[in-house]
């Protein structure tokens, strides 16, 4: 099958020929009809982290139509429509079961510890798929995995309720856009900072009350600070939190090294709580959401074969919301 390869790391990416060969048993082979791109995509290229085989397929988002299962799969046919939940685990362990799959000694994202779905089809554990959403086109099935399921499982971390107060730092990324949609849901009054004055604008219509511009003295109290990019707003995301605040980290764009103000942190009761991914129950309870009208934000749609245009939108970071690619042309090719 037709796919953008890594063939080195650090490197960059090239379309080539690999064969992922039928799928094994318990997983499933979908064909793509659209996957969407994330910082991981980036990151890939540096080298940071190093693939663990080469040649590597990025993409750690899609949605498409299953084409063949292994053995032992009775849940899912050929014909059917799905959306795939990237972050892999072997659904059947003691940590699977007690709705700690992100524990499980098989858990790995796809696109970075898996191979990844920029390509014609991907090898899947059939326990990661679900149906794709009625009345969401695929693009946007393929545009609220990742991000989607790392904002609610940090929310759900950070034991958001309603009437609390949210900061979301940096509102314009896929895991600031959905938890800004997520918190306003979910009863929060949510807050969002961005540099650009679009994004704030863009942040209100998903539910923000308020949108500030990143870096300044935020001057407010938060029981939740949402934040994704690290050492660069570190100190204005603590400063920001009230008495008894709950600060919720998944990423490090921005710096992974911070300096910790201990008694700040004791005196002020403050908790540092860190989330990557979530779950298979997080991900069935977020396409729910989905299904009944929670926002997924599509950015731009790119042709597949035009990947390293995609990447360098995301790479400048004019994007809100996702950049998806349409697997559109590779379909046309083969037919
Ligand atoms: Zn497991």
Request: charged share 20%; glycine share 14%.
């Given at each position: 099958m037709q796919a953008w390869l890594l063939q080195s790391s650090p490197g960059d990416y090239t379309r080539g020929e690999i064969d992922p060969g039928p799928p094994g048993p318990g997983r499933v082979s979908v064909r793509v009809v659209a996957s969407a791109l994330n910082h991981m995509d980036l990151w890939l290229r540096l080298g940071m982290p190093k693939p663990r085989v080469l040649p590597m397929?990025?993409?750690?988002?899609?949605?498409?139509?299953?084409?063949?299962?292994?053995?032992?799969?009775?849940?899912?046919?050929?014909?059917?429509?799905?959306?795939?939940?990237?972050?892999?685990?072997?659904?059947?362990?003691?940590?699977?079961?007690?709705?700690?799959?992100?524990?499980?000694?098989?858990?790995?994202?796809?696109?970075?510890?898996?191979?990844?779905?920029?390509?014609?089809?991907?090898?899947?554990?059939?326990?990661?798929?679900?149906?794709?959403?009625?009345?969401?086109?695929?693009?946007?099935?393929?545009?609220y995995g990742l991000?989607?399921?790392?904002?609610?499982?940090?929310?759900?971390?950070?034991r958001l309720r309603s009437g609390e107060r949210l900061l979301v730092v940096g509102a314009g990324g896929g895991v600031g856009a959905m938890a800004v949609a997520l918190g306003a849901r979910m009863g929060a009054e949510v807050l969002a900072t961005s540099r650009s004055a679009s994004k704030r604008q863009r942040a209100?219509?998903?539910?923000?009350?308020?949108?500030?511009?990143?870096?300044?003295?935020?001057?407010?109290q938060a029981d939740v600070v949402v934040d994704s990019a690290g050492?660069?707003?570190?100190?204005?995301?603590?400063?920001?939190?009230?008495?008894?605040?709950?600060?919720?980290?998944?990423?490090?764009?921005?710096?992974?090294?911070v300096e910790l103000n201990l008694p700040r942190l004791f005196f002020s009761q403050h908790e540092v709580i860190g989330s990557t991914m979530g779950t298979f129950r997080q991900f069935a309870e977020l396409t729910a959401m989905v299904a009944d009208g929670l926002p997924v934000v599509v950015d731009s749609v790119h042709a597949w074969s035009r990947?390293?245009?995609?990447?360098?939108?995301?790479?400048?970071?004019?994007?809100?919301?996702?950049?998806?690619?349409?697997?559109?042309?590779l379909a046309a090719g083969r037919s």
């Open positions: 397929v990025p993409g750690c988002d899609a949605a498409g139509v299953v084409e063949a299962v292994g053995t032992g799969v009775s849940s899912w046919a050929p014909g059917d429509e799905v959306v795939v939940n990237p972050s892999f685990a072997c659904g059947g362990c003691a940590r699977c079961l007690a709705d700690k799959s992100v524990h499980c000694p098989e858990w790995g994202i796809m696109g970075e510890h898996y191979p990844g779905a920029h390509a014609e089809s991907v090898v899947v554990p059939a326990a990661n798929l679900v149906r794709r959403p009625p009345g969401l086109s695929w693009e946007e099935a393929a545009s991000c989607g399921l790392t904002a609610y499982r940090m929310l759900e971390r950070a209100l219509e998903l539910g923000a009350r308020e949108a500030l511009p990143t870096g300044e003295d935020l001057r407010l050492s660069a707003t570190w100190q204005g995301s603590v400063r920001a939190l009230a008495p008894g605040g709950r600060l919720v980290l998944c990423g490090a764009t921005g710096g992974g090294r990947y390293p245009e995609a990447l360098a939108r995301l790479e400048a970071a004019e994007q809100f919301g996702k950049v998806v690619l349409s697997h559109s042309d």
